[in-house]
């Protein structure tokens, strides 16, 4: 049936061949408009299913929490003053952009200093607190006693100021503690020389049409402040926070995209005009692979609607491996032509000697992509549906184009193919003998090359067993990020902000059913982290609300206002220097001081852990260790110790965030990785037998290409040390569909001329699959130029995967064939 149809279609093309490119025109127009509206996404966790549990949970907690993004504002200076007077003239600047842009601004801690240092005594154990009430009484008499000189031994004072200041400072919330860097309140390195502002968005990451333009209004105010005053003039402002870097990315990976899709493309050309010599053929190529660019991505924004950071390098691949099908046909189109055939006539032997072949080399490849459809990773599956979707589309394009334009562009006057005299003639009549060379080596050495074959399956036998048994899985996530050299300024600013402000940035939200059990969380997770060996905690620390909230008020409170009360006492009675005066002021409780709860707590402590209504005290914070970060083993330990808690009370927290996406990814892929290999290679052995149904031994031999070539493959893998991560995994399964469309091309023309003669095949057909094979891997080597290392090694594997399968379709298999004739020659006798 489909045979009939292409016959009727290839008359129709030669009778009225405007009609099927209008229609082409018509469909291109409107998949032309759907394509322009794809977008692209470029977080991680658009990578998994919507329906993800940590997806799920990540997406709750994003719509609740009001600071959304942070953008960290680096100043860095010669003068202490002038960058804590930037800093304070920042804020303003910053809240005046508005709340819907940025909720929150501060440059220290100094609201908070004023309400929590005086209040510091209150964060103490009740024994700590009454014994430092007593060492105050205690010091108290014994300078009462001195001053009476009625001490009857002067040993010195009970209790020093030094230790007093100490006891205050020991889980002081308000920025005083021991060893703390801002005891002035600013966020600033210890010399004086570097300071930070932080700012809060409730824009949702992954917003990047407000993104970008609150990043603009961000820098507008602090180059506003800049120029304000002539002594800011010398500040040098950065910018980091996950914002920023969001954003910085996201151009990054479109740059990437359209670098990386116009190399491919060109390249893939280029090798198309070395290959025919004429600008025709290059003219016909460049049309019909753009145009089904057009179509498959105008198809996938209808079904999928945008791309991620895996499938927007899809318009490299599907141009090197879907332009095949044109290079086939036009192939044989210009072999008839040379042979003197008219063009009509040219035209129609080419259709009918290679849609059969098309349409199986097509489908081989679909099915390689297709496998990556059962794989529960979306990105996976969105990968293998556009480029499966690619396949047949460029299949289906360049059989309703390449006809006609061929015989629209044949030039009036044509030249005999045959007889043209000129360089440009004999070089077309000859080609460049892409499959010349391969059929010169196989007589000259068919035993050595079919020896090799069998060598590389060995080797890669024990290298593909010794690669999966030593773990190939990437656990550093820097394996898939994007080149530092791109991002240096990002990186320099975030080392800045890390050295003022440590880690504690980076923490993981939870969102709790109540404050309630948002402190019994807490309470949980710190149970949970004492109990954990020294060496090998899952976190570094927790947080919440409640730490700014101390325990035991109604009895705590009295005793403090009477140590703060004798103090005051001491001061007046000259009891206490000034200079020990100035160390223990800020502690001193004001003389109304009450207990308080969540909702005495002033905005700007409150602020990091509110939701968009104000709800206060539902968030917990987790902070990894900042040495393991990158480390997703470790990640996957730090998630599991907040993914899912069961409270005392029964109910269970769940948690999400980055690591809690990265621990999924990885588990997704080597949950898949089995899965897709075996469809995948199930599909291509399918395709093979049913190809060669009626003959066995042509089947075998394709089978034992395929198994040379994957060989090949797995010994790169294992001696290379490539590691598998979510971006590259997907070269695996399409090595099948794709490596062995090559040697089904060989057997198939060798097939077709009577298996008499396996040079004359690769001399024909050999050229035209070395061509296919090139403009496949110019496809991938495309991806090599990436800025990203995943999508780099993605090209890397994909190009050796076809080395691999090239060789063995135009060296070994035509070896093995070689071999088998001679031997029934031999054996037949020689003819008259």
Same mark, same amino acid.
């Given at each position: ?271 198309v005009m070395i290959y025919f010599m004429r600008l025709r053929a290059l003219l016909v190529m460049g049309v019909t692979i753009g145009v089904a660019l057009v179509w498959t991505f105008g198809v996938t924004q209808l079904v999928i609607g945008h791309l991620n950071v895996a499938t927007g390098f899809l318009f490299s691949i ?339 965030? =980055? $690591?809690?996406?990265?621990? #999924? @990814? +990885?588990? !997704? ?7 897709? &290999?075996?469809? %995948? *290679? ?68 060798? =097939? $077709?001329?009577?298996?008499? #003669? @396996? +040079?004359? !095949? ?7 699959? &070395?061509?296919? %094979? *090139? ?36 060296l070994v298999l035509p070896a093995l064939w070689y071999l088998v004739q001679r031997r029934r020659t031999r054996r037949e006798g020689p003819g008259p």
């Amino acid at each position: 049936m489909l045979k009939e149809l292409v016959e009727r279609l290839s008359d129709l093309q030669i009778r009225r061949p405007w009609t099927p490119l209008l229609f082409v025109a018509l469909v291109t127009a409107v998949l032309g408009f759907f394509a322009s509206k794809l977008e692209l996404r470029t977080r991680y966790d658009q990578l998994l299913p919507d329906d993800q549990p940590s997806v799920v949970e990540l997406h709750r907690v994003e719509a609740r929490t009001a600071s959304a993004q942070t953008v960290m504002i680096l100043l860095d200076g010669a003068d202490r003053k002038t960058l804590r007077a930037f800093g304070d003239a920042v804020i303003p600047a910053l809240l005046a952009i508005g709340p819907d842009t940025i909720s929150s601004a501060e440059d220290g801690t100094q609201q908070a200093r004023a309400f929590l240092m005086p209040r510091a005594g209150l964060f103490l154990e009740r024994t700590e607190l009454d014994k430092l009430h007593d060492d105050v009484f205690a010091r108290w008499d014994y300078e009462v006693a001195k001053e009476a000189d009625q001490l009857l031994d002067d040993n010195g004072p009970p209790v020093t100021i030094d230790d007093i200041e100490k006891r205050f400072k020991k889980n002081d919330k308000g920025g005083g503690s021991e060893g703390d860097d801002h005891r002035d309140g600013y966020y600033e390195k210890k010399d004086g020389t570097a300071l930070v502002v932080v700012a809060r968005s409730p824009i949702p990451g992954g917003d990047l049409a407000k993104t970008g333009p609150a990043l603009d209004r961000v820098r507008a105010a602090v180059e506003g402040v800049r120029t304000s005053r002539p002594e800011f003039a010398p500040v040098r402002a950065g910018y980091a926070g996950d914002m920023p870097q969001g954003f910085v990315e996201y151009q990054s990976i479109r740059d990437d995209l359209l670098g990386v899709g116009v190399t491919g493309v060109a390249l893939v050309l280029g090798a198309v005009m070395i290959y025919f010599m004429r600008l025709r053929a290059l003219l016909v190529m460049g049309v019909t692979i753009g145009v089904a660019l057009v179509w498959t991505f105008g198809v996938t924004q209808l079904v999928i609607g945008h791309l991620n950071v895996a499938t927007g390098f899809l318009f490299s691949i599907v141009a090197g491996n879907g332009i095949n099908v044109g290079i086939l046909y036009q192939a044989r189109y210009y072999e008839e032509r040379r042979r003197g055939v008219p063009v009509h006539e040219a035209l129609r032997t080419a259709v009918r000697q290679t849609w059969q072949p098309t349409v199986i080399a097509t489908l081989s490849s679909a099915a390689a992509y297709v496998s990556l459809l059962v794989t529960e990773f979306s990105a996976f599956r969105d990968f293998g549906f556009i480029a499966a979707v690619g396949m047949v589309l460029c299949w289906v394009v360049k059989t309703l184009m390449v006809p006609p334009l061929l015989l629209l562009s044949e030039p009036r006057k044509p030249v005999d193919e045959a007889t043209d005299p000129s360089l440009i003639g004999r070089i077309r009549r000859y080609g460049l003998g892409y499959g010349r060379i391969f059929a010169w080596i196989v007589p000259r050495a068919p035993r050595a090359s079919l020896g090799a074959g069998l060598l590389v399956v060995g080797v890669g036998a024990v290298s593909g067993y010794l690669y999966i048994r030593r773990d190939p899985m990437e656990y550093d996530t820097r394996g898939t990020e994007n080149d530092p050299r791109k991002k240096q300024e990002i990186d320099r600013v975030w080392a800045g902000v890390n050295e003022i402000l440590g880690g504690g940035h980076d923490a993981m939200i939870v969102l709790a059913d109540t404050p309630e059990d948002a402190r019994a969380l807490q309470k949980k997770l710190q149970a949970d982290y004492d109990a954990a060996p020294n060496d090998d905690k899952p976190f570094e620390a927790v947080h919440s609300l409640w730490d700014m909230v101390p325990e035991e008020q109604d009895a705590k409170v009295p005793v403090l206002l009477e140590t703060g009360e004798r103090l005051e006492r001491a001061r007046a009675k000259h009891y206490l220097s000034d200079a020990d005066w100035a160390r223990v002021k800020d502690y001193i409780p004001p003389h109304d001081l009450r207990p308080y709860g969540l909702v005495d707590l002033p905005d700007t402590i409150a602020r990091p852990y509110s939701e968009k209504d104000g709800t206060r005290g539902r968030l917990v914070g987790i902070e990894p260790k900042p040495s393991r970060s990158n480390d997703i083993r470790y990640l996957i330990k730090y998630s599991a110790s907040f993914r899912e808690t069961r409270l005392p009370n029964g109910k269970i927290v769940k948690g999400s965030g =980055r $690591a809690v996406i990265f621990g #999924d @990814i +990885l588990q !997704a892929v080597l949950h898949d990785v089995p899965k897709a &290999v075996s469809l %995948s *290679l199930a599909l291509t052995l399918l395709a093979v037998l049913v190809t060669f149904r009626s003959g066995g031994r042509h089947a075998l031999s394709v089978i034992f290409a395929l198994l040379v070539g994957v060989a090949g493959e797995a010994t790169f893998l294992y001696f290379a040390d490539v590691k598998i991560n979510f971006l590259n995994f997907a070269a695996l399964p399409i090595t099948f569909g794709i490596g062995v469309d090559y040697a089904i091309n060989v057997v198939q023309r060798y =097939r $077709a001329d009577g298996s008499k #003669d @396996i +040079l004359a !095949a690769l001399r024909t057909t050999g050229g035209a699959v &070395v061509l296919c %094979s *090139l403009t496949t891997m110019l496809g991938y080597l495309a991806l090599v130029g990436s800025h990203n290392k995943g999508i780099r090694s993605l090209g890397t594997i994909a190009v050796m995967g076809e080395v691999t399968c090239l060789l063995a379709a135009v060296l070994v298999l035509p070896a093995l064939w070689y071999l088998v004739q001679r031997r029934r020659t031999r054996r037949e006798g020689p003819g008259p």
